[in-house]
């Protein structure tokens, strides 16, 4: 089963006079690319929550945001960077002096300045809140589940589709190759005769000779078979149940480099449509992957 990269869940719970909300946001990306957004006073709980996210999602950008509340608030604590409060006055006094200004140096300008008080962070209790954290992010994570599945099964019936089309591609391929040795033997008896005007006599066993070389030349047998290897590696890993994003982008690229071959060795019109309709297919099927984890 696949699974969509994009999708959102969020859950709201309260507990023993603790409230915790969680949202999250998936986007595609090449690999995990994870963001949490705790408060200052819970950063220890960020560890727990990217190790149950990791542990479901394997690929994209996922964005998390918590926010937690209790019925006693959270308490308030500040530092002073003493050094640099020191320093910052010194500095102060000596422009002071150097001008001759009469002004004295005051509190407002030394609090006023960056980095000199800071909010401490308070390290909260866990007790209560993670259990609190562990059943809320749980329900968001199977909401979250929910809705990639929901858009993994969207995305694998269109594929569905255009993967039947590329197998129509290959068999109308193969069928018409299978009479390119008898159109490169009449093609090469209508050159001989266009360039002679039919007054030599041409030799069959030596045009038939050369209309096998050519056919053997321009034969693309393997690339068909190959082409439909592939192509039932794509559904098989669409039926499994394992992250296929990155695996079914690199079928894609050799699917085309099979289709590019086909069709420089061919060398005939009608194979040469049926192709660039394939690599169309193609096309729209590489976009449809890019949402694949």
């Given at each position: ?116 008080i800071e909010p ?23 909401n979250l589940e ?148």
């Amino acid at each position: 089963m696949i699974k969509s990269m994009t999708a959102f869940a969020s859950e709201t719970q309260t507990r023993n006079g603790i409230t915790l909300s969680i949202e999250i946001r998936c986007y595609n990306a090449r690999h995990l690319d994870m963001a949490i957004r705790l408060p200052a006073a819970h950063a220890r709980l960020e560890d727990f929550v990217r190790q149950k996210v990791s542990g479901l999602i394997q690929r994209g950008r996922v964005e998390i945001r918590i926010g937690i509340a209790t019925e006693a608030g959270e308490s308030a604590s500040f530092r002073v960077n003493e050094s640099l409060a020191d320093a910052y006055y010194h500095v102060l006094n000596r422009i002071r002096d150097r001008y001759g200004l009469a002004d004295p140096v005051t509190l407002a300008q030394i609090a006023g300045t960056s980095g000199i008080i800071e909010p401490e962070d308070v390290a909260a209790d866990m007790t209560d809140i993670q259990p609190v954290l562990e059943e809320t992010l749980s329900v968001c994570l199977e909401n979250l589940e929910k809705m990639r599945e929901t858009e993994g099964y969207a995305i694998a019936a269109d594929l569905a589709g255009r993967t039947d089309k590329i197998a129509q591609h290959i068999a109308q391929v193969e069928e018409k190759a299978d009479g390119l040795p008898v159109l490169y033997k009449a093609r090469l008896e209508n050159r001989i005769n266009e360039l002679t005007h039919g007054m030599v006599e041409i030799d069959p066993g030596r045009i038939a000779q050369e209309a096998a070389f050519l056919a053997d030349k321009c034969d693309i047998s393997e690339e068909i078979t190959r082409a439909k290897s592939h192509l039932d590696q794509f559904r098989q890993l669409m039926a499994g149940n394992a992250p296929a994003g990155k695996p079914l982008n690199f079928l894609l690229q050799e699917f085309s480099r099979e289709f590019n071959t086909m069709g420089s060795k061919a060398g005939n019109a009608e194979i040469s449509h049926v192709i660039v309709s394939a690599k169309t297919e193609l096309e729209k099927i590489r976009e449809q992957v890019q949402n694949i984890e």
